[in-house]
């Protein structure tokens, strides 16, 4: 770790196309705002270059993939060299034909690949179709050294699970990043989504708890109409940063794009970590049944 | 699971000293107001029978210990048969001599036990020496069945790890309890006090969220002196009760004792399991290393 505090920037957008050349410029525009600004890492949402695709399964949706060194490759690498930034982007990841995973890409100010995550839990459920197009990850929870730190970075459906940002923390994850995008049916009513929205800042927040480490979270925001015709989806914004003992330092609206600016003390963890000393205790004699499907 | 909606109770009571008959005569007091009213589940917090004795390190306390079938069995397991309720106490078990356990024990509308729960994790820190009186428990994770379904009792420290919350649900613990005994230094600023309570509040509540399951915490109020002069501790009470999506059901004050009533909705779980299956997506091929103390 370099230093004990570092500044961190989240960007929370609305995308409305498929042009993710319009999309990455947009994109573009406020990772240097926030830059300018003193941002040291920066954090985009999942799937940041287009649409939430995943509402309907359509085979002509993987023409939006590319492989890890593509179009996207070159354009983000080259903004974390020219601000001299750590950047955490997402992509749709062509690996091979008929080979596809939800993919999170870390730039540490070069031009070149830090370390990428493949988002491991994949969910699916109506207009979340996301087994259809990724292949669960084959890395593993294994954090990315950068010049900032060993960042855990984890995919949206990968915040439901303690598990995983347990394995991050316990393999050195200084801080856990959660790029996202999660949204609202709107026939639900205005008491479930409140409570789907809480119990996804909880869940996340809990994770900065158990593990004494801050967690930065970029969801995406505005309404995407369904290509079937469908609900679609409302984002639900509320892009946050909390400190190592959950506490929120900063959160965007629900509905609006936005930019987050948080300086994380680093030191807090170590302060944390002192007085409420989790991972002295835990008792991995009798957590063998983690690792089954249900205790039956 | 009997019915789908069960009636909880939850007593938050502020101890003022070691007359446990005195304390178990309030105790009891509460339980009848609480049965009165319908409730068929009754969860007391830990270690209500004294003040909470490991601010220090005194061998004489240990006189305080009971075995598992002593005065405090004789006393509750007769409140549970009287008032035909599942009853959740906890006791500073002494299971031989030099070997005493923090201890949940649960009665199911009789007199007999239906089941004990020996904390698993035990904490030490300034004020809270529970590693000189408490051997970790050797009884596992293990849900303990009831009339009004599989319950999955933990106690205080415990709630820091989803691990145990994990292994309750997976073991098909359908709603889970913490009798706890957390509480301020004085010396901490109102800001700090906020985020411990908070802290302490959201990774329960995220153990329901993780696992669908309702959450039940019963806590103590009220300052106790340290013994040796120290600072003593300010009970935050905050005993609560969340459903399976986190959300707060109900919740006590900090500072005054207090009876929950909460009604339960069971069906609850079953709904949202099916809109948000994590059960269906933990990626037990990669959680081996939760087994680990640390994986470097």
Redesign the interface.
């Known amino acids: 770790m370099q230093a004990s505090t570092v500044k961190v920037g989240v960007v929370q957008q609305a995308i409305s196309g498929n042009d993710k050349h319009l999309n990455w410029q947009q994109s573009a525009a406020q990772i240097a705002l926030l830059a300018e600004q003193g941002c040291r890492c920066i954090l985009l949402q999942e799937l940041h270059s287009t649409l939430y695709f995943c509402q309907t399964e359509d085979t002509d949706v993987f023409d939006l993939a590319e492989p890890l060194e593509g179009e996207a490759h070159a354009f983000f690498g080259a903004l974390a060299a020219k601000y001299n930034i750590v950047l955490i982007t997402s992509m749709f990841e062509k690996r091979a034909t008929g080979l596809y995973h939800n993919t999170a890409v870390v730039y540490d100010c070069s031009t070149e690949i830090a370390g990428i995550y493949r988002k ?4 699916d ?1 109506p207009g979340f179709y996301e087994k259809f197009y990724f292949t ?1 990850g084959d890395l ?2 294994t954090p990315i050294d950068t010049s900032i730190g060993k960042l855990g970075v984890l995919v949206c ?1 990968d915040q ?5 940002a ?2 991050m923390a ?3 994850a200084e801080i856990l990043f959660y790029p996202t995008a999660i949204g609202w049916d709107r026939n639900d009513t205005p008491d479930e989504q409140a ?2 929205r ?2 996804w800042q ?2 996340q ?2 994770h900065a ?2 593990n004494s480490v801050p967690v930065v979270v970029a969801n995406r925001t505005g309404f995407e109409l369904s290509p079937n015709g469908n609900e679609g989806i409302e984002f639900w914004g509320t892009s946050f940063v909390a ?1 190592p ?3 929120l330092l900063a959160q965007a609206s629900t509905d609006q794009p936005e930019n987050l600016i948080v300086d994380i003390d680093l030191q807090r963890t170590e302060a944390i970590k002192r ?5 002295r ?4 004699d ?11």
Do not use: C, N
Request: glycine share 10%.
């Open positions: 491991m839990h994949i969910p459920d669960p593993g929870f459906w439901w699970y303690p598990e995983a347990r394995l316990m393999a050195g409570r789907q809480d119990a909880i869940i927040r809990s708890v158990a400190g003992q959950g506490e007085i409420w000393p989790y991972f205790d835990r008792r991995i009798d957590y063998g049944d983690l690792t089954k499907r249900w205790r039956d």
